[in-house]
């Protein structure tokens, strides 16, 4: 069929019809798709074939594996996964394993009694030790495609995905060791086994490094975007570029675009605004892409495989079956991933082609795949047929199908039931902290300090609000630095002015300490000196998307009382607060602020849970009985507002709550270097992106009890 736009036309049409038929008859859409593509190939029509449309839509397959990785990526969420990633290495390694020895054993002893027993001992242990590697693949997209048809989602289903990303990372790097010793056993030149393990090792890992870095750019650039459709093009933009990127550089389009949804769904914002986007993009890349395949399958395979073809398919199902089973075992997984998982696996394509293909191109292994490439056709064509049949018998074993609340509409509401906010208190001006009287016999200090003039006054305010709910009294202190001569009593009193009038506007003493040393040494060190209860800082001018401040990370790393970090945007008023949070311990980070701003000031506070947007609605129910609880114990007599939200960009659901809140209070973490540039910080994005004032409560570090230092 020479006209392109008539071959895009029928592989559509076609495409979907059959996937309608096929759910009809309550088979996964995947399954039609197949189908339809084997009727219109060399095996039915004969109006597909990969000579003639199948090269130049091409670039179409490419798009849609690039974008399939990338949704699986979506699924690898580490917070999720827990204490089940342990299981997903335990299965992944132990299946992969499993079903190369298999396999191996079984063509090797059906190759000595079927028609290749004219083949010497070695040539056929090579012959299953090619066709071992090469069945430890196993095709994503199917397992994808059968996932979102049955919008499935729980950590039994991450653990699928996981297993299906480590699985095929494990096959790339046993088939190269594979290679080489099949290469030095035929007589060819090959390099070490050492080499071809590093080599291996290379290809992993430079994929995950590109492909996590191009995660990093995603989070970059959708920070700047708000419209679907820019959001959209950029993605797709920095996607397609990684994926030639990683051909380029001979690595693997699979686990960069796995990695790259890794990395983008595992920062602190939990953007998945780009995934959804691409959701609603790729249905028609997919079915072509699907439907081409099907159209490169090609029956006659099925009978040039012969008995070792047989062997094949019959043993990689119990490579798959037993490995994933016995792997569950070792690791305690839960008894429907031991009994179900297996079968899943089952489904093998575009990998399975490519690892083919270099073998073909290896020197000295000619002879070898013109056995190989029958059998692995062969295999593919059965598998691709019913292992989405499989996949999608597994997902609902494991019942988290969720098919009538994907997109329920539910987002973002107010809570039913909550009370309507409270009337200001009759004579109490809020907004604005009001004179108050320290107490008799103040404990201690809060500290803060006071290096901008122009946030010198924010932080003086919320430093005494501090330390009036602790019974304590402000604490001013300036770092002159270490080859600073100490000024004089009046110059001093000059340079603590402006703090001075604002904390005295609140009717309580300011307390001073000039420290001869350096900004971060000197605010540590009169801090631990005066047993602060907390020590206020200001925000820098400057933070960087990525990397820590210095003088921030050196003081969080070192103090051990909390740190508050206020981002001061305008005039200072905390009549409406704003209390956003992802996981409930956060509550307790920002409690005693909150307290002492409710005592104090007597704002409106409102509540926002920001879960994941595929919550379902019995997760969603019971946040909003845990958060009622939680604010019923502790707010009984404050004005509040409840809301649980979820998701589906963490730092636009905040943004769009800034026009009816003056302050936002949130929880941050004291994250090492590492962990800062991979995941992020949700209160750093915050202050980035959204034009409030903030005051981020960074809680200490855990010592151990018998840690006196």
């Keep these: 069929m020479p006209n392109l736009t008539l071959a895009l036309a029928l592989l559509l049409g076609v495409g979907i019809l059959a996937a309608k038929a096929a759910q009809l008859l309550r088979l996964p859409s995947v399954t039609g798709y197949i189908l339809a593509g084997l009727a219109l190939g060399p095996s039915g029509f004969g109006l597909v074939s990969a000579e003639g449309i199948g090269h130049q839509l091409s670039h179409f397959t490419q798009m849609a594996l690039m974008l399939i990785a990338f949704g699986i990526g979506e699924h690898i969420e580490l917070r999720r996964l827990g204490a089940m990633a342990r299981q997903v290495a335990g299965i992944g390694l132990v299946q992969s394993l499993a079903t190369c020895l298999v396999v191996a054993l079984g063509v090797l002893l059906v190759a000595g009694m079927a028609g290749t027993a004219a083949m ?65 056993l ?11 393990l590093l080599a291996g ?12 870095v191009t995660g990093l750019l995603l989070d970059l650039s959708l920070r700047k975007l708000h419209r679907g459709g820019e959001i959209l093009t950029a993605g797709l933009a920095i996607l397609l570029l990684c994926g030639e990127l990683t051909k380029y550089l001979h690595l693997s389009p699979l686990l960069a675009g796995m990695a790259a949804g890794c990395a983008l769904i595992n920062r602190s914002e939990r ?59 070792l690791t305690n997984a839960p008894t429907l991933l031991r009994n179900h998982l297996g079968l899943a696996l ?8 490519g690892l083919i293909l270099l073998i073909n191109e290896a020197p000295g292994l000619a002879p070898f795949s013109d ?70 016999r103040p404990d ?38 270490k080859h600073t001569l100490r000024p004089d009593d009046t110059e001093l009193a000059a340079r603590f002015s402006p703090e001075q009038e604002s904390v005295q506007a609140l009717g309580y003493p300011l307390l001073t300490e000039a420290v001869l040393d350096e900004g971060a040494s000197g605010l540590v060190a009169a801090t631990e000196y005066n047993a602060a209860h907390a020590l206020v800082l200001g925000f820098p001018t400057h933070i960087s998307p990525l990397l820590p401040h210095p003088l921030i990370d050196r003081v969080c790393r070192n103090v051990l009382c909390p740190v508050v970090l206020w981002h001061q945007v305008g005039e200072f008023r905390c009549d409406r607060v704003l209390v956003p949070y992802v996981h409930a311990e956060e509550l307790e980070i ?25 919550s379902s609605e019995e997760e969603l129910e019971q946040a909003r009985d845990e958060q009622a609880r939680w604010l019923y114990a502790r707010f009984l007599d404050a004005r509040v507002r409840q809301r649980i939200e979820a998701s589906d960009c963490r730092t636009e659901s905040i943004r769009r709550e800034l026009y009816r809140h003056d302050l936002i209070v949130m929880a941050g973490q004291r994250q090492p270097g590492l962990a800062r540039f991979l995941f992020g910080s949700l209160g750093l994005a915050t202050a980035r992106s959204c034009r409030c004032n903030l005051l981020l409560v960074i809680a200490p570090e855990r010592r151990p009890a018998n840690d006196k230092d």
């Excluded at 035929?186 to 071809?196: H, R, W």
């Excluded at 999608?392 to 309507?420: A, I, K, N, Y």
């Design 201 to 212: 090792l290379r290809e992993i890992s430079l994929s995950l490094v590109c492909g996590a």
């Design 271 to 329: 953007d998945v605004r780009l995934f959804r986007a691409v959701n609603a993009f790729e249905p028609p890349v997919l079915v072509l892409f699907f439907t081409l395949a099907g159209g490169h399958l090609d029956l006659a395979a099925l009978r040039a495989a012969g008995w070792v073809g047989l062997a094949y398919v019959a043993c990689r199902v119990a490579g798959k079956y037993s490995g994933s089973w016995l792997g569950a075992r």
């Design 346 to 353: 089952i489904p093998q394509a575009g990998v399975a082609i």
């Design 120 to 184: 010497s001992w070695e040539n056929r242990l090579i012959l299953a030790l090619l066709l071992g590697a090469v069945a430890m693949t196993t095709a994503p997209a199917a397992v994808l495609l059968v996932v979102r048809e049955q919008f499935a989602r729980g950590p039994l289903t991450a653990t699928l995905l996981g297993v299906v990303a480590m699985g095929d990372g494990i096959a790339i790097v046993s088939f190269g060791m594979v290679l080489s010793v099949a290469q030095q």
């Design 444 to 481: 201690g200090v809060v500290a803060f300090g006071a290096r901008r003039e122009s946030t010198v006054q924010g932080l003086a305010r919320v430093a005494t609000i501090l330390a009036h709910h602790h019974h304590a009294l402000p604490l001013s202190i300036r770092a002159l630095g």
């Design 371 to 440: 056995i190989v490439t029958p059998v692995v056709l062969a295999g593919v064509v059965v598998s691709e047929i019913f292992g989405p049949l499989l996949v999608r018998r597994t997902v609902l074993r494991f019942g988290e199908c969720h098919p009538l609340d994907d997109d329920s509409g539910q987002r973002g509401r107010q809570v039913p039931g909550s009370p309507p906010p409270r009337p200001s208190r009759s004579g109490l001006v809020t907004g604005l902290p009001q004179a108050m009287h320290p107490a008799g």
């Design 590 to 614: 920002v409690l005693p602020l909150l307290e002492a701003l409710a005592t104090v000031v007597h704002p409106r506070l409102t509540f926002l849970h920001l879960m994941s947007s595929d």
């Design 186 to 196: 035929a007589g060819g030149e090959s390099a070490s086994y050492g080499a071809a």
